[in-house]
């Protein structure tokens, strides 16, 4: 089974500046039939279900500020918020859905400095 | 507008069984595969069940395989998640979630607890 390792477990960042985590698969996640990469980034903040952020490693969900990007390819991917909001506050997940058991990361804890 | 609806969740001891409903709406349900996944208190996300769009093809996390069976009723517009001999670490919110490629829509969970 893919293993996805996230790091760092928490960071915390000032209002305005960069966030970047990073999320590790163990073996490709890329399909090369059609070039992409069965990658998504989600945010969860408590009491509610994981929210859809990016998909394809990079194209943001529908409704979602443009301060979220999604980058990488292959096996190793970032998300970064390029300017941290206070409504940002969240633990952030990775996940591959390049196989039907899905495997998502521990988690990132993103918190206002 | 696309909704999934859980329902079921509920204080249950060790050894016990439980049912779990998704109701299914805003699509044509009988056109995708679903999966259940679950979140114990302060973890990450972990994928339990995949189902088929027609059932032919279930597929379970080594964790549960042997206790839980995943089943639809696309004439109900229903998924559902038979959890027999639970256990202690089974304690976790559980979501339906829609299979589009991707798990592209979610629903807000149902908790179950087993403790004695």
């Known amino acids: 089974d893919i293993v996805m390792t996230q790091s760092p477990d928490s960071l915390a960042v000032s209002l305005g500046e960069r966030a970047t985590i990073n999320c590790k698969s163990s073996q490709s996640i890329l399909y090369s039939s059609n070039n992409k990469n069965f990658l998504a980034w989600y945010q969860q903040k408590p009491g509610q279900p994981p929210k859809l952020l990016i998909y394809w490693a990079s194209t943001r969900e529908s409704g979602v500020p443009d301060r979220f990007s999604g980058s990488g390819s292959g096996t190793d991917f970032t998300l970064t918020i390029s300017s941290l909001q206070a409504e940002d506050v969240a633990v952030y997940y990775c996940q591959q859905y390049y196989t039907t058991v899905r495997a998502f990361g521990h988690g990132t804890k993103v918190e206002i400095k | 507008e696309v909704q999934l609806v859980e329902s079921g969740g509920d204080l249950v001891q060790p050894g016990g069984s439980l049912r779990l409903s998704c109701a299914a709406s805003g699509f044509t349900f009988s056109d995708y595969g679903m999966n259940w996944i679950r979140q114990a208190p302060g973890k990450g996300p972990e994928w339990v069940s995949y189902?088929?769009?027609?059932?032919?093809?279930?597929m379970y996390a080594d964790s549960v395989r042997g206790r839980f069976t995943v089943s639809r009723d696309n004439a109900k517009n229903s998924l559902y998640l038979e959890m027999n001999s639970l256990r202690d670490e089974d304690t976790a919110v559980y979501y339906c979630?829609?299979?589009?490629?991707?798990?592209?829509?979610w629903g807000q969970g149902t908790l179950v607890t087993v403790s004695s």
């Open positions: 189902i088929s769009s027609s059932s032919d093809t279930m």
């Open positions: 979630a829609r299979v589009q490629w991707l798990d592209d829509y």
